[in-house]
């Protein structure tokens, strides 16, 4: 959004310049900076966490923060610039601040250009994590606004954020496919049954495919329109992760860019997107490596988060059929690999929780309509080929490490379903069992299921996907998904619940920590 001065804002200044007393007219509230898109709170540890809002105009965000609602004793912080650069927003890391608390913040925009004129608050709140072995819960899933699925108010919005929040999860760990960068939102969508799905609120921005930084921005910012979302993010942490529609459908570096895009150099369309993302979600910054989404969250005694990038490292999505490994064969990367193993073996919790943004075991092909290419791990039945090298060399790790209680979550399907990989079964037989948890679309088209592939020995212990025949059935269908997670303190214990926006409980099942 330009920045724009109104006329009555612009003779309000020149008379304050002049020394002419303004102040009752720059005091009222349409001519304060205001609260755009909410806040939003992540990458929560045990002392500290990331929070984000964004202005309407060249502002400074002021932040004060407590241990209580009233806000009694609240500690003010040294205000952060919204920039145009930005797009206007500002992210700040709150620190020194006690575990395991309900923490409290309050952001306002104070005027850049005239430091007296205000703001109205808005509060968001978290917990920071547990240093005792407290119970901790967390929801997770992906899938946002595809397949031009957007708010819908006559459906409810995008009603499953309303049901997570009721579960007031100590976090949520978003899969991927935050946005659709390459899915334009328009009023209508033709449903495959030949009903109509409207959007009741479209933005110019959104009517085609993202190329622009601008554009890419605007995608996000769709999101943070709808009234749920917003509530979720005041209440609930993001632990955020990418996956291919935060740039385009099943981007890698190879990715030949289809007409629709003007733009035809994918590296400067990722890079654009890249930015979008880190600019509007609440990730810590890493100074080594900028732009980097891999890292590990401590929450606790009980947990630690993998959180995984699969595609800023991959090599080219194709036939991935490669007997050895090299760069033709990497999904996560070398680096990446090498730091996974590293922060595994330096774990203390009970649970290492890997957020994957693609499941193990499930088919995922980069030309769906002619069956060719791999988008994602899996290559078909058989010894492990392509990228499914690198999962046999960490799941051989693994074991040979005697690392305890990996348990991997993942969307991207648009599907929620349950996955024990069982070595008596698949064909790379030197790793421990392990289950893949899959859940999605938070708001999007529901597909699937995907076929399975045999390699690392995966047995479908439950499924919900529309089937043959119903594929990309709208949010009004029910079929949205998410999972709910709680990990019992005392015992130690990880309940995983499968769970659709109607919040029924679908499937459950209870996981022992192995100790020693």
């Known amino acids: 959004m330009a920045f724009r001065i109104s006329r009555r804002r612009f003779m309000t200044y020149t008379a304050a310049s002049a020394g002419v007393l303004a102040m009752p007219a720059l005091s009222r509230a349409a001519d304060r900076p205001a609260v755009t898109h909410g806040v939003q709170s992540g ?50 890391l709150l620190e020194n601040l006690p575990a395991g608390q309900d923490i409290f913040y309050r952001v306002r925009f104070r005027d850049l250009s005239h430091y007296e004129i205000v703001g109205e608050p808005v509060v968001g709140r978290f917990r920071t994590a547990p240093a005792d072995r407290r119970d901790v819960s967390f929801v997770w899933g992906g ?9 819908n108010a006559d459906d409810g919005g995008m009603f499953t954020f309303a049901t997570m929040r009721k579960h007031n999860p100590d976090f949520l760990i978003h899969s991927g496919d935050t946005v659709y960068a390459d899915g334009p939102i328009t009023a209508e969508t033709k449903l495959p049954d030949g009903k109509v799905w409207k959007n009741t609120l479209v933005v110019p921005e959104k009517a085609k495919v993202a190329e ?5 921005r605007a ?3 769709y999101n943070l329109l709808d009234d749920h979302v917003r509530a979720f993010n005041a209440q609930v942490p993001i632990f955020g992760q990418w996956d291919d529609h935060e740039v385009t459908n099943n981007w890698s570096l190879s990715k030949q860019l289809p007409a629709a895009y003007k733009e035809r150099d994918i590296t400067l369309l990722a890079a654009r997107g890249a930015r979008a993302f880190h600019e509007m979600y ?7 490596e900028p732009g980097r989404v891999y890292r590990v969250l401590n929450y606790g005694p009980h947990l630690d988060v993998f959180m995984l990038d ?37 774990s203390r919790a009970t649970w290492k929780v890997i957020a994957s943004d693609m499941p193990i075991g499930i088919i995922v092909e980069d030309d769906a309509v002619n069956h060719k290419g791999s ?22 790790f693994i074991k040979t490490a005697g690392i305890r209680n990996t348990v991997w979550f993942t969307a991207d399907v648009h599907y929620t379903a349950a996955h024990y990989y069982n070595p008596d079964k698949a064909q790379f037989q030197d790793f421990e069992p392990f289950w893949e948890f899959v859940s999605g679309p938070f708001h999007a088209g529901t597909f699937g299921p995907g076929g399975m592939d045999n390699t690392f020995g995966p047995e479908v212990r439950y499924v919900k996907a529309p089937g043959e025949g119903k594929q990309n059935l709208p949010p009004s269908a029910g079929m949205q998904f998410f999972g709910h997670v709680k990990i019992e303190g005392a015992t130690g214990q990880m309940t995983v619940t499968l769970r659709d926006r109607a919040d029924v409980a679908l499937w459950s099942t209870v996981l022992d920590p192995k100790m020693g």
């Open 212 to 216: 622009t930084l601008d554009e890419f």
């Open 43 to 92: 990458d929560i540890g045990f002392d500290s966490g990331m929070i984000w809002s964004r202005a309407d105009r060249p502002a400074q965000m002021m932040v004060e923060v407590a241990t209580t609602e009233s806000f009694a004793n609240a500690r003010k912080l040294p205000p952060v610039n919204a920039l145009p650069e930005s797009d206007f927003t500002a992210k700040m």
């Open 143 to 151: 899938d946002v606004a595809g397949q031009g699925y957007g708010i």
């Open 282 to 288: 609440p990730l810590r910054p890493n100074i080594a």
């Open 310 to 346: 699969e595609r800023s490292y991959r090599g080219p999505n194709g036939p991935n059929m490669q007997e050895t490994y090299g760069p033709e064969a990497q999904f996560i990367g070398p680096e990446q690999l090498a730091w996974l193993k590293r922060a595994l073996m330096e």
């Open 219 to 221: 995608a996000h910012k």
């Open 375 to 396: 988008e994602a791990i899996a290559q078909g039945d058989g010894p492990p080929r392509g990228r499914e090298l690198e999962i046999a060399d960490l799941l051989r």
